[in-house]
């Protein structure tokens, strides 16, 4: 196989079985933004660093500007597009509404999906816990706190 | 009030937690083409040749130009030096020397590296120490006939770009009267603004007028930036704006926009450029290195006779807004303790970096960490306990600033002292080995520039509220401006609709800077809600046949005051007034008018005066691990009057981003620079803050409506960054018994000092 022959990928977004032809060195995020245009996934540093283009990948968060799309066949994949239940937010969605979490709001696709996988994998989060899960989240504009108020009031905990 | 001091959530916030917002980044039209740039992969260096024959025969590409091609006048906001392309030398690392457009980005950054580029490389002009070394080389050889704003002079002279002296004459007479001289000199390096949104611009050329559409704190200066460097008339310029994935000031100026313009007209198609994440960090305009030399004369008693104080910053290698700003150190020293006279000079200097340029607190950061460090210095010096020794030397209401402006409410940071002591007594702070308390006061200005609004009743009694303000994430035009409308009204804030900015449709504004939407956009708002507000009241008084002093609006209902029955709903009166007299619309404009001051002590400043001042005292409390040098911040308080809070949770959330960025800038971001270029060079080396690093945090919101304010509100967003470094500074200083009065104070900082003392 050359370097530019597609690769065909079927794997689940959002719920919907996708088949995909994929180039090599294509990056999840590449598929995602310009062969779906779900483009509530964003582009940050492009290094896995920044967290901003997180996505849940059979329910882990990963960085999907430094996953292979190829390699992502057989998989489930969810974005933030994929978080509400049709008209209905998510509780942690409108927690970080009601906790004002949200600022210019570039990095919140990314901390919803960590976030969401967090409350997935342990219900209820100690706010260290919390704190720790963002290690990957970088937020530039909210200094973090409202953002952990919200993920505590979405488990169902007051402030510790 | 019923909505102003109420949580209001963002109008954005939905598409925002949904993923459907559209940032400048997301963008896409039918028939785009894609353009990069290519930038001088050296610091400094005279440009022999450029070939971009191998880069036009590349696969894709429609157009490749340099500043041969296009027209390439020196520009800029204040002194006219940055050419769009470099064509006979480069200035810095990151210089953009050619343009390429292609059907696709991953073409056009294949046919940038066909360019062939011939360079003899210089030494760079690295740092200011070097630049104003009087055998330095110049960074820009032609300086002297560069033009500038307003024929302004700027006292510039060779690498120096502008520079201000204040001196009012009788400091070295001070001097020689003085007991002690305590002298200090603190060092400050760049901070980058790390917005997670890279830089883009979408450009169009119609019926001959640019159309850009961006992610931009201020549209009209990018407009009239635009129309400068274009050659064009400011209205043959559109821009309209979308979602800003951050800015903290490092989006209020010219970036990819003139290229993709250029592009457009050239390509006849749209033209979409977007900085990869390396370019950011190269070319990003970073908060100024700078070094400030503060000199007191002082007596035994603790008075101070005077100051001298000494600013040199790293303008990088073009002007940037920094001429225009260069006065705020006359705000900084002398203005709220006690200082007999002081003078003040502060040189901004070329070197062959990146151009830095405005970030959040503009200056003030490192100018008041040297101030508050300073106070400490003297202190300590005298033996007089750190806090005892401030509140000696407060100033009271009246005390002149050093322009000659009175400061009217100084007592306000009395009160801020005593609110920071109830909560944390000063006595049983910082107690134990290697803990230890730092306290820092401030005076912040507030953004006068001015702003105008246009409300719309709409025919089913909603408002639209049309408007170039920004809301770079503040959430200052998305609940504050809707919230202001919607009290004066009388209605609820979801019956506000506040648009996007588009320089087509909306009257100026000075965009998302120095907190001013909320207080000066805010009161162009109020200004025109009052205009609609009579005018529905007039209506209606017509349609209930009542006289106007009888009524009221409440809850979207207009009704005679005590007889809730004789009632008619907003959009009745709407509708009525649509197809009777006309539509019901109103507009209003405000820009803060300065402050009595005296001229004679600014000549040649064109920023002379703090308007609109607000006041901080912050106190933290840290540890300091003795084995690794690591500094924990174990408490930190705030204490900020912001005139009247709009919105609790969006004030809030300002307030603690401030503070996650200044613990940033003093303890753990990085951004150096070795031999003219950035040393990091990918996002994680930055350093930059994360959840588990921030501390909790105690805030003290103090209100003091201000007059002309709309209900009162002051500018809350910008300051809370601008005391923290002096803050922890002061606090680890404390901790270890030796002076830190650098920034960042690294692990390895904090153990040479611990060594040293």
């Known amino acids: 196989m050359t370097a530019d022959q597609p690769i065909s990928v079927t794997c689940t977004v959002n719920g919907e079985t996708q088949t995909l032809e994929v180039g090599a060195g294509e990056t999840l995020l590449q598929t995602l933004r310009r062969r779906l245009w779900l483009t509530g996934t964003k582009e940050g540093c492009l290094e896995g660093e920044c967290g901003a283009c997180t996505v849940l990948i059979d329910g882990a968060p990963v960085a999907s500007c430094i996953q292979s799309a190829a390699a992502v066949d057989g998989r489930d994949i969810r974005t933030i597009e994929g978080l509400s239940d049709g008209e209905r937010l998510s509780p942690l969605q409108q927690a970080f509404l009601d906790h004002a979490a949200v600022q210019c709001g570039f990095c919140i696709p990314g901390m919803l999906m960590t976030l969401t996988a967090l409350l997935e994998q342990q219900a209820s989060p100690s706010r260290e816990e919390v704190e720790t899960a963002l290690a990957g989240n970088t937020c530039r504009c909210t200094g973090y706190q409202q953002m952990v108020d919200a993920a505590m009031t979405a488990a169902g905990r007051e402030r510790a | 009030m019923k909505v102003v001091g109420s949580s209001v959530q963002r109008s954005d916030g939905e598409a925002k937690v949904r993923g459907d917002a559209v940032f400048g980044a997301d963008l896409a039209v039918p028939g785009m083409l894609h353009a990069r740039l290519l930038r001088a992969p050296v610091a400094a260096g005279i440009i022999r040749h450029i070939d971009t024959a191998a880069a036009k025969a590349s696969a894709g590409v429609r157009d490749v130009v340099t500043g041969a091609d296009v027209l390439n006048e020196r520009a800029g906001v204040a002194v006219f030096d940055n050419p769009l392309f470099a064509t006979d030398y480069i200035a810095y690392e990151g210089e953009p020397i050619a343009a390429v457009v292609a059907d696709t980005a991953e073409q056009a950054e294949a046919a940038i590296r066909k360019v062939e580029l011939t360079i003899d490389a210089e030494t760079p002009v690295a740092t200011p120490g070097q630049a104003l070394m009087s055998d330095a080389r110049m960074v820009h050889p032609s300086w002297a006939e560069f033009g500038t704003v307003g024929g302004i002079d700027f006292n510039r002279d060779g690498n120096i770009v502008s520079q201000i002296l204040l001196d009012p004459g009788d400091v070295d007479g001070a001097f020689k009267r003085a007991d002690r001289v305590i002298e200090g000199v603190y060092q400050t390096p760049r901070q980058y603004q790390a917005y997670l949104e890279p830089k883009m611009a979408l450009a169009t050329f119609e019926a001959g007028r640019y159309t850009i559409q961006v992610s931009h704190q201020y549209p009209f200066r990018l407009r009239d930036r635009l129309a400068q460097v274009l050659d064009v008339p400011k209205s043959a310029v559109r821009i309209v704006g979308h979602h800003i994935g951050g800015g903290f000031g490092a989006k209020l100026d010219l970036a990819l926009e003139p290229y993709a313009a250029v592009l457009a007209r050239r390509a006849r198609r749209p033209v979409m450029m977007l900085n990869n994440p390396e370019e950011e960090r190269l070319t990003a305009p970073c908060r100024e290195n700078a070094t400030v030399k503060v000199r007191s004369a002082v007596l035994n008693d603790g008075t101070i006779l005077a100051q001298d104080v000494d600013v040199v910053f790293d303008s990088g290698a073009y002007a940037n807004n920094h001429p225009a700003t260069a006065s705020i150190p006359i705000f900084m020293f002398g203005s709220i303790y006690r200082v007999g006279t002081a003078r003040i000079r502060n040189r901004m200097v070329y070197t062959n970096t990146a151009p830095t340029g405005a970030f959040r607190g503009v200056s003030g950061p490192y100018l008041v960490f040297a101030a508050e460090r300073h106070m400490d210095q003297i202190a300590n010096e005298l033996g007089r306990d750190r806090r005892e020794y401030r509140l000696a030397m407060l100033a009271e209401d009246g005390h002149k600033m050093l322009n000659g402006q009175a400061l009217e409410e100084l007592s306000i940071l009395h009160k801020a002292f005593d609110l920071v002591e109830e909560r944390a007594?000063?006595?049983?702070?910082?107690?134990?080995?290697?803990?230890?308390?730092?306290?820092?006061?401030?005076?912040?200005?507030?953004?006068?520039?001015?702003?105008?609004?246009?409300?719309?009743?709409?025919?089913?009694?909603?408002?639209?509220?049309?408007?170039?303000?920004?809301?770079?994430?503040?959430?200052?035009?998305?609940?504050?401006?809707?919230?202001?409308?919607?009290?004066?009204?009388?209605?609820?804030?979801?019956?506000?609709?506040?648009?996007?900015?588009?320089?087509?449709?909306?009257?100026?504004?000075?965009?998302?800077?120095?907190?001013?939407?909320?207080?000066?956009?805010?009161?162009?708002?109020?200004?025109?809600?009052?205009?609609?507000?009579?005018?529905?009241?007039?209506?209606?008084?017509?349609?209930?046949?009542?006289?106007?002093?009888?009524?009221?609006?409440?809850?979207?209902?207009?009704?005679?005051?005590?007889?809730?029955?004789?009632?008619?709903?907003?959009?009745?009166?709407?509708?009525?007034?649509?197809?009777?007299?006309?539509?019901?619309?109103?507009?209003?404009?405000?820009?803060?008018?300065?402050?009595?001051?005296?001229?004679?002590?600014?000549?040649?400043?064109?920023?002379?005066?703090?308007?609109?001042?607000?006041?901080?005292?912050?106190?933290?409390?840290?540890?300091?691990?003795?084995?690794?040098?690591?500094?924990?911040?174990?408490?930190?308080?705030?204490?900020?009057?912001?005139?009247?809070?709009?919105?609790?949770?969006?004030?809030?959330?300002?307030?603690?981003?401030?503070?996650?960025?200044?613990?940033?800038?003093?303890?753990?971001?990085?951004?150096?620079?070795?031999?003219?270029?950035?040393?990091?060079?990918?996002?994680?080396?930055?350093?930059?803050?994360?959840?588990?690093?921030?501390?909790?945090?105690?805030?003290?919101?103090?209100?003091?409506?201000?007059?002309?304010?709309?209900?009162?509100?002051?500018?809350?967003?910008?300051?809370?960054?601008?005391?923290?470094?002096?803050?922890?500074?002061?606090?680890?200083?404390?901790?270890?018994?030796?002076?830190i009065d650098d920034i960042p104070i690294t692990p390895e900082a904090v153990l040479d000092a611990l060594e040293r003392s």
């Not at chain 2, 008084?541 to 907003?570: F, N, Q, R, W, Y």
């Open chain 2, 425 to 739: 007594p000063w006595a049983e702070q910082g107690k134990g080995k290697l803990r230890g308390v730092g306290i820092a006061a401030a005076v912040w200005l507030t953004n006068p520039q001015p702003g105008q609004a246009t409300v719309k009743l709409n025919e089913d009694g909603t408002l639209t509220v049309v408007t170039a303000a920004t809301d770079s994430g503040s959430g200052a035009v998305t609940t504050g401006l809707r919230q202001i409308a919607a009290e004066c009204l009388g209605i609820s804030a979801d019956a506000v609709t506040i648009t996007m900015p588009d320089t087509d449709v909306a009257g100026f504004d000075a965009g998302s800077q120095g907190s001013r939407t909320t207080h000066v956009a805010g009161r162009a708002v109020y200004d025109a809600t009052t205009g609609v507000r009579e005018k529905v009241i007039e209506k209606a008084a017509a349609m209930l046949e009542t006289a106007k002093e009888d009524l009221v609006i409440e809850d979207g209902v207009v009704h005679v005051a005590g007889v809730p029955e004789m009632s008619l709903g907003l959009a009745d009166v709407a509708m009525a007034a649509t197809f009777s007299q006309g539509p019901i619309a109103a507009s209003g404009s405000y820009t803060t008018p300065p402050p009595p001051h005296d001229p004679s002590r600014t000549k040649g400043m064109l920023f002379s005066t703090w308007p609109t001042p607000t006041y901080h005292v912050h106190l933290a409390e840290v540890t300091v691990d003795a084995v690794t040098g690591k500094v924990t911040v174990e408490r930190y308080i705030i204490a900020q009057e912001v005139g009247r809070t709009i919105n609790p949770d969006a004030v809030k959330g300002q307030v603690l981003g401030g503070l996650a960025q200044g613990l940033g800038y003093t303890l753990w971001e990085r951004v150096d620079i070795d031999a003219g270029r950035y040393v990091q060079r990918n996002f994680e080396s930055h350093g930059l803050p994360l959840a588990c690093d921030m501390p909790e945090v105690e805030f003290v919101l103090m209100e003091n409506p201000e007059a002309a304010g709309p209900y009162g509100a002051k500018g809350a967003a910008e300051p809370s960054i601008v005391p923290v470094a002096a803050v922890i500074a002061n606090a680890v200083s404390d901790a270890i018994g030796a002076p």
